[in-house]
């Protein structure tokens, strides 16, 4: 597939992902029994992902949003802009922060003290794809759903400035 001269190669198709999320979604709400947990996108990317999970979920949850930016193109800018901050409701709640990739760890370090910082009894991270061979930050996903190799990936909700978050399988940006 060849979008504005940008090569895309599907990584991850679109039934290996839901057949992955479904596993996600058990594998949480097991852990999850008697909690009902707080779970907190991270937008934008993580906005499909989250909602093809939480449908997914058998114990009820509740559904909340924080917004951040953290990348230029296909680069990470070091620092976390809040746009939308942790909402007041985490204070004495069993989190769950929903996030599309950890790469460097430095969005989901932040994010994590954040949400501590703000009351929380306790924080469990979920994010999609993982790529351990970029961190910088020691950070360990709680729940992860493919550990990828250093590639720069859209769909499915990620994006490569803004664009691609609509296609439905993980794509690899050739160039
Ligand atoms: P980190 O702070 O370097 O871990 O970056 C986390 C954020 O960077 C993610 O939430 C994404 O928004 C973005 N990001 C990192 N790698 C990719 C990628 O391969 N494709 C699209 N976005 C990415």
Redesign the pocket.
């Known amino acids: 597939m060849e979008i504005e001269n940008l090569r895309l190669e599907v990584l991850i198709d679109r039934e290996k992902i839901a057949k992955r999320v479904k596993e996600l979604a058990e594998e949480i709400s097991k852990d999850f029994e008697n909690e009902d947990p707080l779970m907190i996108g991270?937008l934008?990317?993580?906005f499909i992902f989250m909602a093809d999970l939480v449908r997914e979920m058998k114990v009820p949850v509740e559904v909340e949003f924080i917004r951040?930016k953290?990348?230029c193109g296909?680069n990470?800018t070091g620092c976390?802009e809040v746009l939308l901050d942790v909402p007041e409701c985490v204070k004495g709640k069993n989190v769950v922060i929903v996030?599309?990739?950890?790469?460097?760890?430095?969005?989901?370090n932040?994010l994590l003290n954040r949400v501590k910082n703000k009351g929380a009894k306790s924080v469990k991270v979920c994010a999609l794809?993982d790529?351990p061979s970029?961190r910088?930050v020691d950070?360990k996903p709680d729940y992860v759903g493919f550990e990828i190799p250093d590639?720069?990936?859209?769909g499915y909700g990620?994006?490569?400035n803004g664009k691609y978050r609509e296609l439905p399988d993980i794509c690899v940006v050739k160039n």
């Open positions: 991270i934008n990317g993580a951040v953290s990348y296909t990470t976390v996030e599309d990739i950890v790469d460097t760890g430095i969005t989901m932040y794809l790529k970029r910088i950070i590639y720069f990936v859209v990620l994006d490569y």
